[in-house]
């Protein structure tokens, strides 16, 4: 049978096994991809097939081998499922034998970079799991300002590579975020309030089409596309380079203080609303994130400046709070995202679930805390380890530093920051527990916001990297929606991207 379907795939595909290296990646003319109803629901035969159509210098491998669980490894061991096996595309043109595979046979997959999703079946799947690990490589313009990298790389590979050259671009704030899903949600970096969200920055993406065709996508070259891969997800096929602008990153001040002290807690409140209401310094940020770990309460606030050192005035309410602890330094940026640490949840079960929020006022700072210790008292015996709600005032002005039209967000009329509810528990028999609380949390933040009289916070646009994967796709990409349906049926006609995870259009 396994041969039989070998010959089956080959007159599909238009295509001979890769024992020839004249293999072409064209589809016959008269094959449509569609469900070929071959090999669907047996797995492991697609992976066979698989490594016999793909180059040399890929691989697939199989539970047991330890590069299968390297690759198919989640920050949030939650969001993991057992693939069938995973491949190691080498080149673009390999990704593409792939996905006219899983295509043609109907099998679910999943596409991974940094595994950062909290969400199962996102970057996950039972069927296959491709790793975009190989793609990898980083290369600096310094004609054009611009920076190209494959979309296997986590950012801090990506600062690294660019250090020498003085230069950085918009991506992640911590150390392990893979670049693929961060910029194709959107992406809020410490330079925002400066430049943008990350995908403003964006000149071209490397696309691996549903058929099989590698095409780069500019605003020129395909205005329509590369709208929608700003901020449209993984919808449109499988990006396996970037390029952003690149900006020059000297040395920056920053840091993490954390306060431990509870009778200091509402005047980092105080100080956080007043840092978001007056600081109009495009060069400075912060994150407060209001936590309990293992039962105990405390507030961690991340610093940024970018610069040697903050004019005097910025930071100074936050800096005279009595701290437990502080690392802010002067420092380069490599070393200032290496510092936070983000490797910390082990075995435990995790998810992310966000709000929309479009001021930090100091009532709403102070419900933060209170939900924040109330809520983690009253689940600590029921397993959570970890709870943190993460407050990230930006400039009322980021959504201005592009003209060109983006999927992310779908509206740009008003600023709405990303607000994170982060759990992690270890007993998978409190899941829905875990998950009902912070919906529960959501819901009273998202009432207080109305009650100030921001009445469409509930309606408003949702940073999809931050959400929940039962999220309402109109939260996501809401007005946009009829245009990427019309982009996706025009790039992915069988919906072949429809077999992986993610929010689906």
């Not at 996950?124 to 600096?140: A, D, L, P």
Request: with cysteine; glycine share 10%; charged share 15%.
């Amino acid at each position: 049978m396994a041969r039989n379907l070998a010959f089956v795939l080959i007159a599909l595909l238009g295509v001979a096994p890769f024992a020839s290296a004249t293999a072409s990646t064209q589809l016959a003319p008269e094959v449509e991809l569609r469900g070929s109803g071959v090999g669907g629901a047996n797995y492991t035969r697609v992976c066979n097939q698989i490594a016999g159509f793909i180059s040399t210098g890929s691989r697939v491998y199989y539970p047991g081998d330890d590069a299968f669980d390297k690759l198919s490894k989640h920050w949030s061991p939650s969001s993991s499922e057992v693939s069938t096996c995973v491949v190691e595309p080498k080149t673009a043109s390999d990704v593409g034998r792939i996905l006219k595979i899983v295509g043609l046979s109907r099998t679910p997959f999943a596409v991974q970079s940094g595994g950062h999703s909290t969400n199962p079946g996102f970057s996950s799947t039972k069927g296959i799991h491709i790793s975009r690990n190989n793609f990898n490589t980083v290369q600096y313009d310094a004609t054009s300002k611009t920076a190209e990298f494959g979309a296997g790389l986590r950012w801090d590979d990506v600062y690294a590579a660019l250090e020498p050259h003085g230069v950085s671009v918009l991506g992640g704030r911590v150390a392990g975020v893979g670049v693929g899903g961060f910029t194709l949600g959107g992406g809020y970096a410490w330079r925002t309030n400066q430049y943008g969200l990350t995908i403003d920055t964006a000149t071209a993406f490397e696309l691996v089409k549903p058929n099989g065709d590698v095409l780069k996508v500019t605003e020129k070259l395909d205005p329509s596309l590369f709208f929608a891969l700003r901020g449209g997800g993984n919808n449109f096929g499988v990006v396996t380079k970037i390029t952003l602008r690149a900006y020059p990153q000297g040395q920056v001040w920053g840091g993490m203080i954390t306060y431990g002290i509870p009778d200091t807690f509402s005047a980092v409140a105080n100080a956080t609303a007043k840092f978001s209401a007056e600081v109009k310094d495009p060069k400075a940020g912060m994150m407060s994130t209001v936590t309990v770990y293992q039962g105990m309460q405390f507030i961690n606030v991340q610093v940024f400046y970018d610069g040697p050192a903050p004019p005097a005035g910025i930071f100074d309410d936050l800096l005279s709070i009595t701290a437990v602890n502080s690392d802010v330094a002067t420092r380069s940026w490599l070393e200032l995202v290496k510092s936070i640490p983000t490797d910390f949840l082990g075995t435990s079960r995790g998810a992310f679930l966000g709000v929309s929020v479009p001021e930090y006022s100091y009532n709403f700072l102070e419900l933060v805390n209170n939900i924040t210790f109330t809520t983690g008292a009253e689940l600590t015996p029921k397993s959570l380890s970890f709870m943190t709600l993460v407050s990230e005032p930006f400039l009322p002005s980021i959504l201005s530093h592009s003209r060109s039209p983006a999927a992310y967000p779908y509206t740009r009329s008003k600023v709405y920051t990303p607000f994170n509810i982060f759990m992690a528990w270890t007993d998978p028999s409190q899941d829905k527990v875990m998950y009902d609380s912070m919906r529960k949390v959501k819901d009273i933040l998202e009432t207080a916001l109305v009650a100030e009289g921001h009445r469409d916070v509930k309606s408003a646009p949702l940073y999809s990297n931050y959400a929940l994967g039962d999220t309402p796709i109109s939260r996501i990409y809401g007005s946009n929606y009829p245009a990427l349906k019309a982009i996706k049926t025009r790039v992915d006609p069988f919906n072949v991207m429809g077999l992986a995870g993610g929010f689906k259009i």
